[in-house]
Every structure is written in C-alpha cells, then in structure tokens.
C-alpha cells in the first residue's frame, strides 16, 4: 500500500514520539528508512540557513527523499496508518481510534509538565499525584473505552485487527514500565489486565517481537 513513494522518519535514537511510527511501518510492511540523530545533529539542522522543515520539530517524515516534508508525531502517524492500512479509512472507525489516541494524548499532556519542572521537590510531588491518582484513573477510562469497543484483543477492533493507536498504548505502556520517570514505578500499569492484554498481544505481533530482536 505504501505505492512508489519513499519514507525516511526522521528521530532521535530512542523511542519517544517516534516507535509508534515505526511499528506501523514496520507492521504494515512498508519500507522506510530510520534515521536516528544526535542532539548535536539536529540543533545544527534545525539552526541552519535552510532549516529541514517548516516547523523545526522532531519526528519529521521525508517523502521521496524530501519532495514532501512534514512534522508531528499525531499527525505522521495517522498517515502513516493510512499508508499501511493499519489506521481505517472509514470515518466512524477512525473517529474510535482518534478517541482513543486523544484520551492517551491528554494523559501525556498531564506527565509533561513533571518532566520539564526543574525543582525537584516540586517534580517528586507532581509524580506522586500522577502515579496515585492521574495514571490510575486514565487508565480506568482507558480500559473502560476498550471494553465498550468489544476489543477483545487489542483496544479498539475485535478479533486480529491492530491499528495505530496499539502501538501507541503499547509505548506508553513500555516507557512506563522502564522506570524512566522517578517516582512514577513501572508497576504503575499492573492493576490494569485489559492494557496489559492489549500490550501482551502487540508483543506476539511477528514484526513486533522482530523490530525489538534488531533494535
């Protein structure tokens, strides 16, 4: 489905915005290149005369070798989804993915501010109230939203049929489980058997567990 047209997804060598891109790519079986920049690298190309994209943001994605530039992560996803048909074309079915993603996206917006907060006191209390209450009670809604799809699998489509937004809750829930975040621990996601199904099955996906194996 991907047609003539290359893909470069443009990053940093970590996870972040962008492992959900690349699952989808990889998922839907659609080439791309991954190219993964140091911080140094990209503030001398955001910096530059001519600056990679308009919005000098990363993750950037390059279509055929940069005729066609775009930024945001949201946004390279759901492309990306339509490009490898893991994100549907029917408008009520993508209204159920973009409501899901949108909840997730809302509960990142809520950690943002405890990991860009410098006094570290104040950091350790916002994460206690994120790891008591915040993360719990998305989770709860979360896993309400899956149940009310019938999601037997995954957490929007019944039966086999993963879509963008699995990859998603699948990262968030593996960056959580890291233990990156201080006073956040990664046992934060037990209580929830529904995300943790969801995630225990994007795992299983062959070019899932592939991706992992060589990165």
């Known amino acids: 489905m991907g047609g003539a047209q290359s893909y470069e997804l443009v990053y940093f060598d970590i996870p972040g915005l962008a492992e959900a891109i690349r699952l989808t790519f ?3 079986k659609v080439q791309f290149k991954d190219t993964r920049l140091t911080r140094e690298q990209w503030a001398e190309m955001k910096n530059s005369e001519s600056p990679p994209s308009a919005l000098r943001t990363l993750p950037m994605l390059r279509i055929n070798d940069g005729e066609i ?3 945001e992560s ?3 996803l759901r492309y990306v989804g339509k490009r490898t048909g893991l994100y549907p074309g029917n408008d009520m079915e993508a209204f159920k993915v973009d409501e899901a993603s949108g909840a997730l996206n809302a509960l990142w ?3 943002g501010p405890s990991i860009t907060e410098s006094d570290n006191a104040v950091k350790m209390r916002m994460r206690k109230e994120l790891a008591d209450t915040v993360i719990p009670t ?3 809604a979360l896993e309400r939203l899956i149940e009310h799809n019938k999601a037997d699998k995954f957490a929007v489509f019944a039966g086999d049929r993963a879509c963008t937004f699995d990859f998603e809750l699948y990262c968030f829930v593996r960056y959580l489980k890291r233990g990156i975040l201080d006073g956040i621990p990664g046992t934060v996601v037990d209580k929830f058997p529904v995300i943790q199904r969801v995630v225990s099955n994007v795992e299983k996906i062959a070019a899932v567990a592939e991706w992992h194996a060589s990165h």
Request: one cysteine or more; a positive charge; glycine letters at 6%.
């Open 26 to 28: 990889r998922v839907g």
């Open 69 to 71: 530039v775009h930024c």
């Open 74 to 76: 949201s946004a390279i």
């Open 109 to 111: 917006a809520k950690i």
């Open 138 to 140: 998305a989770f709860a």
